[in-house]
């Protein structure tokens, strides 16, 4: 079992930065493979990046390429997402999750554990 509790979220201007956190419970984090998500209202959630048990593999949705980084602290248990260039469009719910393969997904539906979310609005 794994529990997941996201913090970092918050308001900020069109061009800001945030820097997402996502604190893992559990002694077998560093297998996991792991993804950030976001929700807007009235949309379906999306794939915004992952990353593999050990960080050498890591993917991102297109509109976020060049902007997002996500990382890994395997002895913190911990997962991050960096979020730059902030766009009003991008105002959701961030979800990080887990996945008990040593390889990400960009399928939500793969994913076995998640958090509550945290809240990202960019202001225009």
């Known amino acids: 079992q794994v529990q997941l509790v996201e913090s970092g979220g918050g308001l900020v201007q069109t061009g800001g930065s945030l820097r997402l956190s996502c604190a893992a419970s559990?002694?077998?984090?560093?297998?996991?493979?792991m993804g950030w998500f976001r929700q807007a209202p009235g949309k379906e959630r999306e794939f915004v990046a992952t990353?593999?048990?050990?960080?050498?593999?890591?993917d991102y949705a297109d509109p976020v390429k060049g902007r997002f980084t996500i990382s890994r602290d395997n002895a913190k248990n911990t997962i991050y997402l960096q979020m730059n260039s902030l766009k009003p469009e991008e105002t959701a719910v961030y979800y990080c999750?887990?996945?008990?393969?040593?390889?990400?997904?960009?399928?939500?539906?793969?994913?076995?554990?998640w958090g509550q979310g945290t809240q990202v609005t960019v202001s225009s």
């Open positions: 999750a887990a996945r008990a393969r040593t390889y990400g997904s960009l399928v939500a539906q793969v994913y076995d554990y």
């Open positions: 559990g002694r077998t984090f560093s297998s996991y493979a």
């Open positions: 990353i593999n048990w050990s960080g050498s593999s890591i």
